[in-house]
């Protein structure tokens, strides 16, 4: 067997969470940091709240009012096409139709 191709164990690694609890364990790190441990984790403690480290809940909800407004004016612009159309009063005439109008001026 080759010597010295195995990394290095630590027996005493300390990992240390975001909410303060330490504990320790092996790990070929001497030291670990995360963010959620089984102290705070929402399973285990039995509370219910959301973990949001980086803000998507955030994001997401922005995302929503954006996508809301934008909707909104596109339904605005809709509504002032529709009421312009019934005020102006001419319909869009098919080529068919152009050509029947014509002769009917044509003819008169």
Known sequence: MKKE???KVNKECVVTCAC???FTTM???P???VEICGACHPFYTGQRRFVDTEKRIDKFNRKMILADE???AADKIKVSKKI???VSGSKDMSVKEMLEHIK???GQ
Do not use: D, M, R
Request: net charge positive.
């Open 5 to 7: 191709i195995h990394p």
């Open 20 to 22: 303060g609890n330490t």
């Open 27 to 29: 790990s070929t790190l």
């Open 31 to 33: 030291s670990i940091s």
């Open 70 to 72: 934008k909707k909104k």
């Open 84 to 86: 312009q159309k019934k």
């Open 104 to 106: 009917k001026e044509e």
